[in-house]
């Protein structure tokens, strides 16, 4: 009987666990590293392979062959540049990393391909024709995934759970609450960003940190990873505190990652403690004095400290290190941040020189890569600024053309990405803008019929994502913005259903959230709002109701840092509106103690930085404010005293700005007022006296002559009533 033949081995074929990610470096490296990042949270962090970096050294075919080998998908990410004018071209040539990836994956029978669109690429049918014909299935034979920026979450979860359908690889059971919890922390940092410019840096630096966490998370062991998803959990509900301590053990760990441990740190630190992201910004320069982000960062911390001698310190050392570098970009936002002090600080001129230096960078910068949507609105925001500039030194002609350059391309990025949220919000801003410079030229009806269109717009926003509590902020400004134009326009009851509307919406973000300090002073302004039309209908009692509801708000945030010049002046201001309505209801000594009260911490803000133009301006308002209720209280006496401590603070801000008509019409008001006062005692109205009261006269009529937008002030109609009087100054001076 003839011997068996030996039996043939059977070779099982490899085991395909993973996932591989094929990507262009130079189409959409950012994208293609979220996908990644989110495919090893979906999978497991040894279950995806990106490119011949993450397989290991060796010859990179082979190595990406062995990697496909053991891959059920592949997953093809493609941006707008994948197949552009310099890219077209490599995908024909054989030698192509990206071509050799596809191709192999393309001739494997147990490979799911999934190609993905990111960053709104697209490829037509007429772009596809023009691929290598081995590569052209990829979009003929297989579904084309889409990811949205607007619709990352969504987007994400669905590709993960259709690629585990496909492959039958199991998806991370934690999966699901971390996309949750990651796309809520990443709604939270965007909502740093309001209406300034600094903010959209804190914004861009504090996503660079949400995105190394992520990364962190995407590699972790399951120990750390459950620390890092409670850390994002709590991230989504405001609290940042377990977040900046995993950075903060690495910079006390260890001095080599101290400094972008600090650097993260600070950035999370700026969700609910400006104080402590000023801390660790002044560590990360304490480690590394040339890093001018980290300058510009402590710059715009403790310019939300109100400290601007520290920030003007801070964004002066950053545009120094900008330029060492030859950064436009730095230097752009360095100069804007240094015209963001400056009119802080009442100095018009030099933000406006600071503010149109950034301008020209701006458009260099836009005319290098004029397809750069980033590059276009930093434009439109350094425009923004020139606006702000000029508005404040009473040019609003000037103002409107600023603004309305950029609106024009805000315009235009919200049409070529009508699914861009913050483009959509940009617009709203922009006409925002532009209602305000209508509401100062009188034009109350364009005033209200804009505001309206940026309130359509921030209402749309809401719509599409009605759980972005950043997008209900934004609504409730809208309304505000509206109310103060039909209030302008004369219409108070629409006025006040538009900011009981925005109260409203504040006060269920609050509640909420009640440690979000922004959102409580937003509060504390819709409060004030609505107590000020209701005291104009002479609703007495109900607005000093809302004033009272306004500083319990500001004395809350005034406790919780008394070093916060901000929050300091909004409780003066609210001080101001209580005594008003008080005087108004005849309780002459309650508003005497509330000016006062607001005369005091205007005096500590002065004392603390006097030359910051808006707290001197401020002081003056509370001189003026105390002798108008002595006036009332029959004390001309010490009336006269508090009206030459104004007119002093008057001629100090004009000897700075002497052509500010703002300015000039405070001087005016001081002076007449001190005439009254004087008037007060039968025949003591010396010549001296008298010429000051002719001045103030000369000046309302200058301005009036101009064009300037006289404010409704009680003195201003009594002067002008004393006017029509031929025998009004005989009569005082005798």
Not at 6 to 24: C, E, G, K
Not at 153 to 177: C, H, K, N, S
Not at 194 to 205: F, G, K, T, V
Not at 409 to 437: F, H, M, T, V, Y
Request: glycine content about 6%.
């Amino acid at each position: 009987m003839p011997a068996s033949e030996p039996a043939t081995a059977q070779v099982p074929p490899p085991l395909r666990d993973a996932i591989f990610i094929s990507y262009r470096r130079d189409d959409a490296r950012g994208a293609s590293g979220r996908v990644y990042d989110w495919l090893k949270i979906g999978f497991g962090a040894n279950a995806v392979f990106r490119d011949v970096h993450s397989i290991g050294v060796g010859r990179w075919r082979d190595r990406i062959d062995a990697a496909l080998a053991r891959c059920a998908a592949c997953v093809a990410v493609i941006g707008p540049r994948w197949a552009d004018a310099t890219n077209l071209p490599r995908l024909h040539e054989s030698g192509d990393m990206v071509r050799h990836e596809l191709m192999t994956a393309l001739a494997s029978e147990a490979i799911t391909m999934v190609p993905t669109l990111v960053e709104n690429a697209s490829l037509p049918g007429e772009q596809v024709k023009q691929l290598p014909e081995p590569l052209q299935p990829l979009f003929r034979e297989w579904n084309v995934r889409t990811i949205t920026e607007n619709g990352w979450e969504d987007d994400i979860r669905r590709l993960i759970q259709e690629i585990g359908e496909a492959t039958a690889l199991p998806v991370q059971p934690d999966f699901q609450a971390l996309l949750l919890s990651v796309a809520a922390a990443e709604q939270r940092i965007a909502g740093l960003e309001q209406e300034h410019r600094a903010q959209r840096d804190q914004l861009e630096a504090s996503q660079r940190t949400i995105d190394e966490l992520r990364g962190r998370l995407a590699e972790a062991p399951s120990g750390e990873r459950d620390r890092l998803s409670e850390a994002f959990a709590a991230l989504a509900q405001g609290n940042t505190r377990q977040a900046e301590a995993v950075f903060e053990r690495e910079h006390a760990a260890a001095l080599r990652t101290a400094v972008d441990a600090a650097c993260h740190v600070g950035n999370l630190a700026l969700l609910r403690d400006v104080g402590k992201a000023a801390t660790y910004f002044g560590k990360v320069l304490q480690l590394d004095p040339e890093q001018p982000e980290a300058s510009l960062q402590l710059s715009q911390a403790r310019f939300s400290l109100g400290d601007l001698d520290g920030a003007e310190q801070a964004v002066q050392r950053g545009l120094e290190l900008a330029r060492a570098r030859g950064d436009g970009r730095l230097e752009l936002r360095a100069l804007l941040g240094l015209g963001d002090g400056q009119l802080a600080r009442g100095d018009g001129a030099a933000a406006l020189t600071h503010n149109r230096q950034a301008v020209a960078i701006a458009t260099a910068l836009a005319d290098q890569q004029p397809a750069d949507p980033d590059r276009q609105r930093d434009l439109s925001v350094a425009h923004t600024k020139v606006g702000d500039a000029l508005l404040a030194q009473g040019q609003p002609e000037a103002a409107l053309e600023s603004y309305r350059h950029s609106l024009a391309i805000r315009q235009k990025l919200a049409a070529q990405e009508p699914a861009s949220s913050q483009a959509q919000r940009d617009l709203a801003i922009g006409l925002e803008r532009i209602g305000e410079i209508l509401l100062w030229q009188k034009d109350f009806d364009g005033a209200v019929d804009t505001s309206r269109r940026s309130l359509a717009i921030r209402d749309a926003l809401v719509e599409r994502d009605s759980g972005n509590s950043n997008a209900q902020l934004d609504l409730s400004i809208g309304h505000n913005k509206v109310g103060d134009a039909l209030l302008a326009r004369g219409d108070g009851g629409s006025a006040l259903a538009a900011y009981t509307k925005a109260l409203r919406i504040m006060e269920e973000l609050v509640r909420a959230d009640p440690g979000n300090s922004q959102w409580q002073r937003e509060l504390a302004f819709c409060h004030n709002r609505r107590g000020e039309v209701l005291a104009a209908a002479g609703e007495s009692e109900e607005a000093l109701m809302a004033f009272r509801q306004g500083q319990a708000v500001a004395e809350r945030l005034a406790c919780l840092d008394p070093d916060n010049s901000l929050w300091q002046a909004d409780l003066a201001f609210v001080f101001d509106r209580i005594g008003a309505a008080v005087q108004h209801q005849g309780d002459l000594e309650a508003a005497l103690q509330h000016y006062q009260r607001a005369l005091a911490i205007r005096s500590a803000l002065v004392a603390r930085d006097p030359e910051t133009s808006p707290w001197l301006r401020d002081l003056f308002v509370s001189h003026l404010n105390v002798a108008d209720s002595l006036t009332a209280q029959n004390n001309p006496e010490a009336a006269r005293l508090s009206c030459r401590k104004a007119l002093a603070i008057a001629d100090q801000l004009l000897s700075c700005a002497p052509d500010d008509p703002q300015t000039r019409f405070d001087r005016a008001e001081a002076g007449y007022k001190l005439s009254a006062a004087i008037a007060a005692d039968p025949g003591s109205l010396s010549a001296a006296d008298a010429e000051l009261l002719n001045t103030s006269r000369e000046v309302v009529a200058d301005l009036r002559a101009s064009g300037w937008p006289m404010p409704h002030e009680a003195w201003l109609r009594a002067m002008e009533a004393e006017q029509s009087e031929p025998d009004t100054s005989e009569r005082r001076l005798a």
